[in-house]
C-alpha cells in the first residue's frame, strides 16, 4: 500500500461499502514494520501513513495490549511483537510441500549458487513462504514472511501469467493507482513477459528488483488454500552470462518444479 491509508480506505470503500477501514489502519501499521522491520515512534508511523497522531496512538496501545507489537520505553519506540508469528502459524502448518520442496530447492540453489525460493501472491505483492541459499549466497535473501512486489520479481511475472485477461486487467489498473512509479518503470518488462510465458514456461528478471540480482519464476500446479505456488531462482548479476538464465536456470528451475509437482502427488 504506498499510498496514504485514508485514500487506500476511501478507493476500497467505493468497491465495497462494507470493507473495514479501523481494521485497515491496523493492518497498515503493522506493514510499515514487514517493508521496515525496525523500531519506530508515533511521529515516524504518522508521516508514514499519513494518519493522525492520535488515531496512530490508539492503534499502536491496541495492538501493544494485544502482543502484536511490543514496546521499548527507553527510546519510546514500537516494534513487532511475537504475537504475530501466531497468525502465520496455520497457514505454514498446512503447507506440507515445504518439506518436500526444501532439498529438492537447496540442491538447485547449490548448483546454481544462487538462492530459490517458493512463494503465493496476493494483489500486488508476492509472500516467500520457504527460500534455500548456497553458501555464497546473493545480496536477496528473503526469508519466510518477506513480501516483493509482483511487478518487478520473476514469479510476480509467472504470477500475472496465470491471470485471465480481466484479473489481469484489474490488478494492472490497480498497480498504475497505488504504484504509479512501479508500475510505468516496469510495466513494458511485465507485458512481454506475460506474453511469452505460455511458449517459454518461465518468467525473468534481468535486475529489475535492484541490489545486482536476476531471477527466473515459474508457476506450478500445486494449489495451497486457492493460490498456485510459485518458484524462483535468483543469482547475481555479475555470475550472470549471456544466455544463462533462459539456456541453463530456467530448465533447472523448471525441472525442479515438475518434481515437487509429482512428488506431491500431481500428475505432470
Same mark, same amino acid.
Given at each position: 500500500? +504506498? @499510498?496514504?491509508?485514508?485514500?487506500?480506505?476511501?478507493?476500497?470503500?467505493?468497491?465495497?461499502?462494507?470493507?473495514?477501514?479501523?481494521?485497515?489502519? *491496523?493492518?497498515?501499521?503493522?506493514?510499515c514494520f514487514v517493508n521496515e522491520p525496525r523500531p519506530m515512534g508515533?511521529?515516524?508511523?504518522?508521516?508514514?501513513?499519513?494518519?493522525?497522531?492520535?488515531?496512530?496512538?490508539? $492503534?499502536? #496501545?491496541?495492538?501493544?495490549?494485544? *502482543?502484536?507489537?511490543?514496546?521499548?520505553?527507553?527510546?519510546?519506540?514500537? =516494534?513487532?511483537?511475537?504475537?504475530?508469528?501466531?497468525? &502465520? /502459524?496455520?497457514?505454514?502448518? &498446512?503447507?506440507?510441500?515445504?518439506?518436500?520442496?526444501?532439498?529438492?530447492?537447496?540442491?538447485?540453489?547449490?548448483?546454481?549458487?544462487?538462492?530459490?525460493?517458493?512463494?503465493?501472491?496476493?494483489?500486488?505483492?508476492?509472500? /516467500?513462504?520457504?527460500?534455500?541459499?548456497? @553458501?555464497?549466497g546473493t545480496p536477496a535473501k528473503p526469508g519466510a514472511g518477506a513480501t516483493r512486489s509482483v511487478l518487478t520479481t520473476a514469479?510476480?511475472?509467472?504470477?500475472?501469467?496465470?491471470?485471465? @485477461?480481466?484479473? $489481469?486487467?484489474?490488478?494492472?489498473?490497480?498497480? @498504475?493507482?497505488?504504484?504509479?512509479?512501479?508500475?510505468?518503470?516496469?510495466?513494458?518488462?511485465?507485458?512481454?513477459?506475460?506474453? +511469452?510465458?505460455?511458449?517459454? &514456461?518461465?518468467? $525473468?528478471?534481468? &535486475?529489475?528488483?535492484?541490489?545486482?540480482?536476476?531471477? %527466473?519464476?515459474? /508457476?506450478?500446479?500445486? %494449489?495451497?488454500? +486457492?493460490?498456485?505456488?510459485? =518458484?524462483?531462482?535468483?543469482?547475481?548479476?555479475?555470475?550472470?552470462?549471456?544466455?544463462?538464465?533462459?539456456?541453463?536456470?530456467?530448465?533447472?528451475?523448471?525441472?525442479?518444479?515438475?518434481?515437487?509437482? #509429482?512428488?506431491?502427488?500431481?500428475?505432470?
Amino acid at each position: 500500500m +504506498n @499510498k496514504p491509508v485514508e485514500l487506500y480506505i476511501a478507493e476500497r470503500r467505493e468497491e465495497d461499502p462494507s470493507f473495514g477501514g479501523l481494521l485497515a489502519k *491496523g493492518f497498515a501499521l503493522l506493514r510499515c514494520f514487514v517493508n521496515e522491520p525496525r523500531p519506530m515512534g508515533n511521529s515516524e508511523l504518522v508521516e508514514r501513513l499519513q494518519l493522525p497522531r492520535a488515531t496512530v496512538s490508539r $492503534l499502536c #496501545r491496541t495492538l501493544y495490549q494485544l *502482543g502484536y507489537l511490543d514496546w521499548d520505553p527507553s527510546i519510546d519506540k514500537y =516494534f513487532v511483537g511475537a504475537q504475530v508469528l501466531a497468525l &502465520g /502459524y496455520p497457514y505454514l502448518l &498446512g503447507l506440507q510441500v515445504r518439506h518436500i520442496a526444501h532439498p529438492m530447492m537447496q540442491h538447485l540453489a547449490d548448483s546454481i549458487e544462487g538462492a530459490v525460493s517458493m512463494g503465493v501472491a496476493h494483489h500486488l505483492e508476492i509472500t /516467500y513462504l520457504e527460500s534455500c541459499i548456497h @553458501k555464497e549466497g546473493t545480496p536477496a535473501k528473503p526469508g519466510a514472511g518477506a513480501t516483493r512486489s509482483v511487478l518487478t520479481t520473476a514469479m510476480g511475472r509467472a504470477y500475472l501469467a496465470t491471470l485471465s @485477461k480481466d484479473n $489481469l486487467t484489474k490488478i494492472l489498473a490497480d498497480a @498504475k493507482r497505488e504504484r504509479p512509479d512501479e508500475y510505468h518503470a516496469h510495466i513494458d518488462a511485465v507485458r512481454f513477459n506475460i506474453a +511469452n510465458y505460455p511458449k517459454r &514456461g518461465y518468467a $525473468l528478471n534481468e &535486475g529489475d528488483a535492484g541490489l545486482g540480482v536476476h531471477g %527466473v519464476g515459474v /508457476y506450478s500446479k500445486i %494449489v495451497h488454500l +486457492n493460490r498456485p505456488l510459485l =518458484f524462483n531462482c535468483a543469482v547475481l548479476g555479475s555470475q550472470i552470462k549471456r544466455g544463462m538464465l533462459e539456456k541453463r536456470i530456467a530448465p533447472l528451475l523448471m525441472e525442479m518444479t515438475r518434481a515437487i509437482e #509429482r512428488a506431491v502427488g500431481l500428475p505432470v
